[in-house]
C-alpha cells in the first residue's frame, strides 16, 4: 500500500516558488526548500524527483498565478490603452520596494537559467508569450475604440511592451525608486500613440 502524502503539493510548490524568486536556481539548496516548505527532502524528492522538477513546477505556477492576476484585464474583450496604462503603472508603482527587488521570476530565471536550461528557457519563452498575446488583445481593442490608427502593427508594438515589461522588472530588481520607472513607463505609452 502506497503512503499517503502528508502535505499538499501546490502549497509546497508555492512556498517553494517564493524561495527560487528570492534567491535563483543556483543559489536554492535543498535545505532552503524542506524549511520554507515544511516538508522533508525524502517527501519532497519522492514527488517532485529533483530540485529541477520543483523549479519547473514553480514556474508553471508562477506563470499562472501571474497570468490570472496581472494579463487577465489585458485579455478582456473591451481592454485597450488605458488597461496597458493600468497594468504598466501598477508595476511602476512598486519601484523602491522589497517585493520589487526580487524582479520577476521569469525574468531571472531568463538572466540565470535561458542559455544552460532548455526547460527553464521554454518557461520563459511560455510566458512571454503570453505577455505578447495580452498586449497584442489591448492593442487591438485600442484600435476598435479609435485609440490607435488601424494600421498599428500589433505584433511590433506587443513586442515593444514586452521589452519595457522586463526593464521594469530589472529596474525594479535594481532599486530603482518608482518615479524612475514611472518616467519610463509614461514614455512607453506616449510612443504608443
Known sequence: MARSLEFEPSEAVEKAMMVFWRKGFEATSVTDLEEETGVGRKS?????????????????????LLSARNLAPMMEP????????????GLAAYGGTEEAK???????????????????????????????RAFANALNGAIKRGELPADTDVSRHANYLLGILQSIC????SGADAD??????????????
Not at 473591451?78 to 503603472?89: E, N
Request: aromatic letters at 8%; one cysteine or more.
Open 44 to 64: 519532497l524528492y519522492r514527488t517532485f524527483h529533483d530540485k529541477h522538477d520543483l523549479f519547473l513546477k514553480a514556474l508553471e505556477t508562477y506563470r499562472r
Open 78 to 89: 473591451d481592454a485597450g490603452l488605458d488597461t496597458i496604462s493600468r497594468f504598466l503603472r
Open 102 to 132: 526580487m524582479g520577476c521570476l521569469i525574468c531571472n530565471t531568463a538572466l540565470e537559467r535561458s542559455t544552460d536550461d532548455p526547460e527553464a528557457a521554454r518557461q520563459v519563452q511560455l510566458y512571454f508569450d503570453q505577455i505578447r
Open 180 to 193: 524612475v520607472i514611472l518616467d519610463v513607463v509614461d514614455t512607453a505609452l506616449a510612443g504608443l500613440r
Open 170 to 173: 530589472v529596474l525594479g530588481r
